[in-house]
């Protein structure tokens, strides 16, 4: 008899809301119903290098309410050195932003929420879609409040308004299409106001450093480029065709360095130590960083091994570095470290210029453009396609014969490419 009186007192008790409260769940205002189930995931900022720890949240790749599969991308984190991808850990529905872009974000925090699961059946019944905000206002419980299944007004017809007459013509008074540009625009004297990147402080920030420590100075010298011109010229269709590289000039300039720091191994030094340095590290291995323009600023991406690559295979990993620079896909991996720095501003039609160097490194070398210039060549004037080259150096610890040797051996390599066969 116990036991049936229980089942009755069970039966007639109230269902019990998330909320404690008496009320269904489905009574509650909206603002009450956000629950979070257990099929919930929190994606978090994810760790991108010892040396960084914050960045900035660009863009949000999706929208509120999309479905995203593992591993694809949700938003674009700007740091100082790299742009990095927050993916999906699991499928599953986008429910909610937790923070917004050009908000900055620190490793470990939470920026997202999603529901897991599948992708929703095509034939099932499609929500709209969130707006994309991070918290999305809710009408406020109440009085005042009117229940959703309340109908608007219908709008009423707007009154006809009166049409003024059309402005006759003067003569000689052209009409303006849009075609011609205005004339009041061209004296336009406003300014506008944007806010630096993050790439971009950290490249003015290291640009000011390597002046305010390193005692920079720059040596010049021109390289006759005919023979290595035709070099490339005999061989470049072979090596497409066999290799499908290109074959350029940097894996040329490349090569005659590592083959230059043999015989002067304080180019490819450096100064480390507190107070600016007390210690010389000499290194046995070459990593050459390549500079590479992109839209938010010079990177560059480091060809390791240098030393141990012929021709063919520094120029594919140049090219490959080029690629991943232009289309934003470099890791923090791909930009650490690097012993000498390679600047090529001639493709950008620099005759001459002093490149900076990229601390904690020693020198930077410096291409500029081929420009047909007359040259005297066994006691005869002739037009030769002739490049200035340019070698910025740290004059703690390089002298300036050294640096100037160097330069003279590059050149050399270059006038007689055979000389790096031997």
């Known amino acids: 008899m116990l036991y049936r009186s229980l089942r009755i ?3 007639a008790a109230p269902k019990f809301s998330a909320c404690g409260s008496h009320t269904p769940l489905r009574h509650l205002p909206l603002q009450f119903q956000h629950v979070r189930t257990y099929a919930d995931k929190i994606v978090k900022v994810p760790t991108m290098a010892e040396s960084i720890s914050e960045g900035t949240l660009k ?11 593992q591993d694809e991308e949700i938003a674009t984190i700007e740091t100082d050195k790299i742009d990095v991808a927050v993916n999906a850990p699991e499928a599953g529905t986008i429910k909610e932003f937790l923070v917004s872009e050009e908000d900055t974000v620190t490793v470990g925090q939470d920026i ?3 529901e897991l699961g599948g992708a929703p059946s095509e034939g099932g019944e499609k929500k709209p879609k969130e707006s994309k905000h991070v918290a999305a206002k809710e009408p406020a419980a109440g009085k005042d409040a009117k229940p959703e ?14 049409t003024a007459p059309p402005t006759p013509e003067k003569k000689g008074e052209k009409k303006d299409d849009g075609s011609a540009p205005n004339l009041a625009t061209l004296g336009n004297r406003e300014e506008r106001r944007v806010k630096m990147n993050r790439m971009r402080l950290r490249i003015a920030e290291r640009l000011k450093q390597s002046q305010n420590t390193a005692a920079s100075l720059t040596t010049f010298n021109e390289v006759d480029m005919s023979a290595l011109m035709e070099f490339r010229k005999l061989y470049k269709d072979e090596v497409l065709k066999k290799t499908g590289v290109k074959l350029g000039f940097m894996s040329a300039f490349s090569r005659a360095c590592v083959l230059a720091m043999r015989d002067l191994p304080g ?10 340095g007390d210690t010389i590290v000499y290194r046995d291995y070459v990593d050459i960083s390549v500079a590479v ?3 938010k600023g010079l990177v560059t991406p480091v060809v390791r091994n240098v030393e141990t690559l012929d021709m063919i295979g520094i120029e594919k990993a140049i090219a490959d570095m080029g690629k991943k620079a232009r289309d934003g896909k470099l890791t923090i991996e791909d930009m650490a470290g690097g012993t000498f720095t390679i600047s090529n501003g001639g493709v950008f039609g620099s005759l001459m210029g002093t490149p900076i160097i990229n601390l904690p490194q020693t020198a930077v070398l410096g291409l500029h453009a081929i420009k ?6 066994n006691g005869k004037v002739e037009v030769r396609p002739m490049m200035y080259l340019a070698l910025t150096y740290d004059h703690r610890l390089l002298d300036g014969r050294e640096a100037v040797q160097f330069l003279v ?9 055979r000389k790096m066969l031997l």
Do not use: C, H, L
């Not at 450096?270 to 107070?275: A, D, H, K």
């Not at 051996?409 to 490419?417: R, S, T």
């Open 9 to 11: 007192v069970a039966r």
């Open 149 to 162: 299944s309340t109908p608007e007004p219908a709008a009423k017809p707007e009154a006809s308004k009166p």
């Open 293 to 295: 323009a992109t839209e």
């Open 59 to 69: 863009q949000w790749s999706k929208q509120i309410g999309d479905f995203v599969e």
């Open 409 to 417: 051996k590059v050149k050399e390599y270059i006038e007689d490419p």
């Open 372 to 377: 047909d210039r007359p040259a005297v060549v």
């Open 267 to 276: 180019v490819n030094a450096s100064i480390e130590g507190p107070n600016g």
């Open 112 to 114: 997202v929420r999603m």
